[in-house]
């Protein structure tokens, strides 16, 4: 578990990973009580410098091969994992000959309510020697084996995302994180119609293909704030592409 002033969530996150072997807090220097909550919770607490960070990748791989055992099972300091998941993980590697990567499903929150919307998935469960984390803004994982996603029917397996940010704190964050989106992804180039066409596509598949509409006016926001997402990076990555030619 990566963490930077997580302390709000993190008791009830710990509480639900009882059981597990080790849990490895790699903190980023945080300034709250994150770090005290963790250590009096039995965690081992490893430390990666902040820096000018502000996003947990950098950290990532540092706390994957922080880890004493082989297997690695990657969660946020805002997630819950119900005791269906850890026992079905530990009957996976249990099985013979299993080496797979295992995706997990989240069912994430939305204006005080869990969103109806497709669970999405995070690769979050594999061999450490096997793995390697990308330092950029939502990277997933490199893994040097198969991939498996857990069934989308076991409602049971999912991981609960507590994050619940208020729009105001959801606009905050989507502009530090397009900043970085924009770093990451300043090799590409969008013409005038993939420009026009992305935010529509994204506010689609959040709303009519996941389901949002089953949400109501919810849903209808939270496809807003995913086809803003894209507005916002898509504006920055133009601006940058016109300082260039100056």
């Not at 469960?125 to 996603?149: D, G, M, Q």
Request: aromatic share 12%; net charge positive; hydrophobic share 40%.
């Amino acid at each position: 578990m990566n963490t930077y002033n997580a302390e709000v969530h993190l008791q009830k996150v710990l509480d639900s990973l009882k059981g597990f072997d080790e849990i490895v807090v790699c903190d980023m220097e945080s300034t709250d009580s994150t770090a005290a909550i963790a250590a009096d919770n039995g965690c081992r607490v490893v430390t990666f410098p902040k820096g000018n960070h502000n996003i947990c990748e950098p950290a990532r791989d540092f706390a994957i091969h922080s880890a004493k055992y082989d297997w690695v099972f990657v969660v946020d300091a805002d997630e819950i994992v119900p005791k269906a998941l850890k026992d079905y993980l530990y009957s996976r590697i249990n099985e013979p000959g299993f080496n797979s990567a295992l995706a997990v499903a989240r069912q994430n929150m939305f204006l005080g309510r869990p969103a109806t919307a497709s669970p999405d998935y995070q690769l979050r469960f594999f061999l450490k020697n096997k793995t390697t984390w990308p330092a950029t803004i939502h990277s997933r994982p490199k893994v040097e084996c198969k991939v498996e996603n857990i069934p989308a029917n076991r409602k049971d397996l999912y991981m609960i995302h507590l994050d619940d940010l208020s729009i105001k704190s959801r606009i905050d964050k989507m502009n530090v994180y397009s900043d970085y989106e924009v770093v990451k992804r300043s090799h590409k180039k969008y013409g005038t119609v993939k420009m026009l066409v992305r935010p529509w596509w994204f506010f689609i598949r959040s709303f009519i293909l996941g389901k949002g509409i089953t949400d109501g006016k919810r849903g209808l926001v939270r496809a807003y704030m995913a086809s803003l997402y894209q507005i916002i990076y898509l504006s920055k990555l133009y601006e940058n592409s016109v300082k260039d030619k100056r």
